[in-house]
């Protein structure tokens, strides 16, 4: 059985939804660890309510961001880590984790990628007027939001959505997408 690590910075809805699917047996899978870069982060609530192991750490706390992810590292490899799911992890990964975890890292992003990566993607697609946006699972790499995509999922923005009504709309496209790509993955299937 594959060994997860979600990482997470925030609220942890998606964090959720892939516990669910675990629990529900939608996802032949366990989640081993969260790593969070934020203490006090909603996520770590729901990760301790679930008895997941988390590791909470500040990048701040470290020299480098060689010596953070390699405090991470450390940490997945206790836990046998196989697989890093990025779920609103906030921060670019780096060297060390990239080389470790190759073609073993995947992220979610609230937008059909390459339009809008980054921060606050709903807003951008909002405030761009678009009419067409989504859910992306991609493959991590160097860059923000780049690396290879997995699969999408399309969405109308209607004229009468507001922000909120899009966000909840493309986080209950994430909730079954993700861990349905997830289980893919670690089935080693055709993701093309
Ligand atoms: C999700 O919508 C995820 O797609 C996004 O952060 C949110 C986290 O929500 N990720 C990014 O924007 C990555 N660039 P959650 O904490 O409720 O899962």
Known sequence: MSR???????YGSNFQA?????????????????????????????????NIS?????PKSF????????AILEA???????????????????????????????????????????????????EAKVKITGVTVHFVDEGMD???????EAIRIEHHDTYESLQVKIQSIEHSLYPNTIKKLVAGGNHS
């Open 63 to 70: 020299e480098s961001k060689k010596h953070y992810e390699e």
């Open 76 to 126: 997945l490899q206790e836990q046998q880590v196989d697989w890093l799911i990025l779920a609103g992890y906030m921060r670019l990964v780096g060297e060390t984790l990239l080389r470790a975890y190759e073609g073993k890292i995947v992220n979610i992003h609230p937008s059909l990628l390459p339009s809008f990566p980054g921060k606050d993607a709903i807003g951008q697609a909002f």
């Open 18 to 50: 892939i516990v669910n699917a675990v629990k529900n047996n939608a996802l032949p899978a366990e989640v081993v660890l969260l790593v969070c870069d934020k203490e006090g982060a909603k996520v770590i609530e729901k990760a301790n309510k679930e």
């Open 4 to 10: 997860l690590a979600i990482f997470a910075s925030g």
């Open 54 to 58: 988390t590791f909470v750490t500040s």
């Open 146 to 152: 780049t690396g290879p995509i997995i699969d999408q």
